[in-house]
């Protein structure tokens, strides 16, 4: 059973003010581990005039999914008569579970918001240019207990139901697809095929399987008992969206199925990473693999497969640069920060970014993979295509800061 300490570290609530002057402005995050860089994204949701109030609404960036409510209350004083807030519930590192069940606390979050709009406290905290949560004990307490609330929710509900590290409904989806897969193997004969590579190809290009999406094997070594595939256009992603978690379980049931058919061997199928996480993704990947091969073994070959596909996709942005301004215009920029911008902006692997002077703060596909395997060579990449010297560190939550290092630093 999945512990409470696990949802502490990924739950945060947050309680944004618009102020008159200074515009939209966190006042309180409740979380164990405070993680701010969310909150630039979070408070622009502010300056959406047109939400409804008293209605969450559930959005996702990164690797972040988060249910939010406008309310306001009376006061003669401010512009307008009223003064403008937005709770938010956040969760970093989302299951697909927890996703799909985050509008369930609609109604905690709109009994908090009751509790809220009745405390005095709430016309004293905005008065602050930096109010403390400890100084207004009955807004901590609201805050706090909607958070605990929240995680005994999702505790009691989903987890502990099935045994595994996936969440409920990851699991549920990876038995279906198994099954599934059993099911289609059944309808092809694999003695009319002369390897098992025709005959695994046959079974991907199937109307049944491409129903699910367009399955493309990028590494298969039967010997070795590996594969690595690629999924475009799979209906999960497609129905689901961006939701900042991997969506694809049946897939991986599917696959895991199919593979250990054809290698005559107990499969596992880990999706290493989902179109469904980022915007800007566009294919699912699959690491086909012995459950009994060792971690290093695994580990060694996704890595090859990804540091292929980081630098195809860092040519792939270059090429982008060439067509939309031409690389001589380019490299003729005075600027670095405008090069770094447009850099970024045609990156395909970059799912999203934001700058403030001379820092970047950059969602990358690549985050989860080690130092040495993708991010050392992407900042040597950045320093020769922009012709600027920046310095890559990674933070948690799969954001990397990017600084640009003029001459006097």
Known sequence: MAEKSDLRNRINVMLFHFDQRLGPRLLFNVAEIQETRVTASLTRLMDFNFLQEMKAFVNAMANVVYSSMFFSIQNPLARG????????????????????????????????????????????????????????????????????????????????????RKDAISQILGKIGFEAGKKILQRFNPDEFDSSRTFLDAILISPIITRWGDINVIHFDPDEKVATASVENSIWTDSLGVIATKACAYVEGMLEAIFSQILEEHIICNETRCAAEYSYVQNCIFQIAPRDISREMISYREDQTVREMGINERKQTVELIKEDIGKQIFHELDDPMIKLNKLFNKAPFISDFFFDMTKFLVVCNYWRYSDDIICNTCKEWIEKTSNAQIDLVKSKHRICEITYMDEED
């Open 81 to 164: 008569g009223i003064e403008q807030f937005m709770l938010s519930f956040v969760i970093f590192d989302p299951t697909i579970t927890e996703y799909l069940t985050i509008s369930s606390l609609e109604e905690e979050m709109s009994i908090t918001i009751s509790k809220l709009i009745e405390l005095p406290e709430l016309f004293i905290l905005i008065t602050y240019s930096n109010p403390i949560l400890e100084d207004f004990p009955e807004v901590d307490n609201c805050l706090s207990s909607l958070r605990d609330n929240a995680i005994d929710n999702f505790q009691e509900l989903f987890y502990g139901q099935f045994e595994g």
